[in-house]
C-alpha cells in the first residue's frame, strides 16, 4: 500500500524557518516525481513545489527564492526547506506523489496520484 507521511510542521515566527519532510514508500518513489501542495482555509488547494526523480524543479512564484524542494532517493524521502516564511504561507501542507511531471506544471492537484494527510504551519507572532 502506498503511504506518504509528512513531518516538521509547527508554530514559527515571521522570518523563521522550517523544514517539512515526506517519506514515501519505495514503490512509488524512485519513478514518481513529488511534490508540496497547501492549502489555506477558505482557499483551493496550491501548488508550492515539486520535483522529478532526476532533479528538476518547479515552484510557486509566491515561495521562489524562500523555499527550496529536495529528494533524497536512498531514503525514500522529499524535503520542503521554507525560509524567511510569512504569514500567509500559514496553511496545511500536503505531500503529492505522481507519475506524470505535466501535472505538476499545471498545477492540477487533482490529478495527483497519491497525497499524505498533511501537516500544519502556523507562521505568526
Known amino acids: 500500500q502506498v503511504q506518504l507521511v509528512e513531518s516538521g510542521g509547527g508554530l514559527v515566527q515571521p522570518g523563521g524557518s522550517l523544514r517539512l519532510s515526506c517519506a514515501a514508500s519505495?514503490?512509488?518513489?524512485?519513478?514518481?516525481?513529488m511534490g508540496w501542495y497547501r492549502q489555506a482555509p477558505g482557499k483551493q488547494r496550491e501548488l508550492v513545489a515539486a520535483?522529478?526523480?532526476?532533479?528538476?524543479?518547479t515552484y510557486a512564484d509566491s515561495v521562489k527564492g524562500r523555499f527550496t524542494i529536495s529528494r533524497d532517493n536512498a531514503k525514500n524521502t522529499v524535503y520542503l526547506q521554507m525560509n524567511s516564511l510569512k504569514p500567509e504561507d500559514t496553511a496545511v501542507y500536503y505531500c503529492?506523489?505522481?507519475?506524470?511531471?505535466?501535472?505538476?506544471?499545471?498545477?492540477?492537484?487533482?490529478?495527483?496520484?497519491?497525497w499524505g494527510k498533511g501537516t500544519l504551519v502556523t507562521v505568526s507572532s
Open positions: 520535483i522529478t526523480s532526476g532533479g528538476v524543479t
Open positions: 503529492s506523489a505522481d507519475r506524470r511531471w505535466s501535472d505538476y506544471v499545471n498545477g492540477d492537484y487533482r490529478r495527483m496520484d497519491y
Open positions: 519505495g514503490s512509488i518513489f524512485s519513478t514518481n516525481a
